[in-house]
């Protein structure tokens, strides 16, 4: 399979963009089309076909400034399955340490021949300002708390993929709402292809005004239960956080963890979904993680899939542009 050669790729509409900065600015057409593609990638997977060509020749840098597992493997994995060659870079004994400034970092490693730089970063619009300095196309693999768009791709696709549309289902969003990079991507997604939107959570980890973003506001699990098709279970993100916002982890688990009572009196169908990594007995319970309404293993295949779907629409586009 070549960049030039998918029949897919030539019936279905076209990828117009440089980078992939967000879920926000992209149209529901182009999400479903990076949906699509991935789609299409898992198809050859099972069919065998494992290790493509289609980016044979291409760079792919990872810039990761925060640490991280399950997207930092997979982003590289991705670029691999597709015959890229890939640089990963860690902050962590790097020249940025010695004083080097972020773009100055990311400019020397683009001059190696760099295509495509996939970046995470504690700030917020870090991806938004090195699109602005890099010829190199730009992959934002979360910024801040702004947002993570390959992983609402990838929560949207799997949700695609057991309900077959998203169009009236409800998905609530369970826990810090906050400071989740994840539920800003997966609302703009959700709401853009026909999804009902609740975010649930203590109302000090509910950002104000929310409801603007067109989502439902929810202090009650509970209550919320029996008309939710899907529940995704968002990390406490200790680490952002500069205070207390709930008593204790205990009473959190309490209210909010997905546990076996509540499982038993969701929907009969609910799927259940965690961006990970998961605090066991925090969100949610072992008996949940690994029951089977639970499709979070299935989350992190589908990763793979949507930043190697990703990345071979930005590359192509690229390509058509002469930009390589």
């Known amino acids: 399979?070549?960049?030039?050669?998918?029949?897919?790729?030539?019936?279905?509409?076209q990828w117009t963009r440089k980078h992939l900065l967000g879920l926000q600015e992209l149209s529901a057409e182009e999400i479903t089309l990076i949906l699509d593609k991935a789609a299409e990638f898992k198809r050859l997977a099972a069919s065998g076909e494992t290790k493509l060509k289609a980016l044979?020749?291409?760079?792919?840098?990872?810039l990761f400034f925060e640490p991280?597992?399950?997207?930092?493997?997979?982003?590289?994995?991705?670029?691999?399955?597709?015959?890229?060659?890939?640089?990963?870079?860690?902050?962590?004994?790097s020249s940025v340490s010695k004083g080097e400034t972020f773009i100055d970092t990311a400019r020397n490693i683009e001059a190696m021949g760099v295509d495509q730089v996939v970046v995470r970063h504690s700030s917020s619009g870090a991806p938004?300002?090195?699109?602005?300095?890099?010829?190199?196309?730009?992959?934002?693999?979360?910024?801040?708390?702004?947002?993570?768009?390959?992983?609402?791709?990838?929560?949207?696709?799997?949700?695609r993929e057991h309900r077959g549309?998203?169009?009236?289902?409800?998905?609530?969003?369970?826990?810090?709402?906050?400071?989740?990079?994840?539920?800003?991507?997966?609302?703009?997604?959700?709401?853009?292809l026909g999804a009902r939107v609740i975010v649930c959570g203590p109302s000090t980890l509910i950002p104000p005004?929310?409801?603007?973003?067109?989502?439902?506001?929810?202090?009650?699990?509970?209550?919320?239960?029996?008309?939710?098709?899907?529940?995704?279970?968002?990390?406490?993100?200790?680490?952002?956080?500069r205070s207390a916002y709930f008593p204790s982890i205990r009473e959190y688990a309490h209210f909010f963890g997905m546990n076996g009572d509540r499982i038993r009196k969701a929907k009969k169908d609910v799927l259940i979904l965690a961006p990970?990594?998961?605090?066991?007995?925090?969100?949610?319970?072992?008996?949940?993680?690994?029951?089977?309404?639970?499709?979070?293993?299935?989350?992190?295949t589908n990763g793979l899939l949507i930043r190697m779907a990703v990345l071979f629409l930005i590359q192509q586009r690229r390509q058509q542009l002469g930009t390589d």
């Open 1 to 13: 399979m070549s960049l030039q050669s998918s029949p897919e790729t030539k019936a279905s509409p």
């Open 56 to 62: 044979s020749g291409t760079v792919v840098a990872n």
């Open 68 to 93: 991280s597992t399950r997207t930092r493997t997979s982003f590289s994995l991705a670029a691999k399955r597709l015959s890229a060659d890939t640089v990963d870079f860690s902050s962590s004994g």
């Open 128 to 159: 938004h300002l090195l699109a602005k300095y890099l010829k190199a196309s730009v992959v934002n693999a979360g910024d801040g708390k702004h947002e993570h768009p390959t992983q609402g791709l990838l929560d949207i696709f799997t949700i």
């Open 165 to 192: 549309s998203l169009a009236g289902q409800t998905v609530t969003l369970v826990g810090d709402i906050l400071h989740s990079r994840v539920a800003r991507s997966n609302i703009w997604g959700l709401k853009k």
């Open 209 to 241: 005004h929310i409801e603007e973003l067109g989502v439902e506001v929810s202090n009650s699990l509970d209550e919320v239960l029996s008309e939710t098709d899907c529940i995704n279970l968002l990390r406490i993100q200790f680490e952002r956080q």
């Open 276 to 300: 990970g990594p998961i605090n066991r007995g925090v969100e949610l319970t072992p008996e949940v993680a690994d029951g089977k309404h639970s499709v979070i293993l299935d989350q992190v």
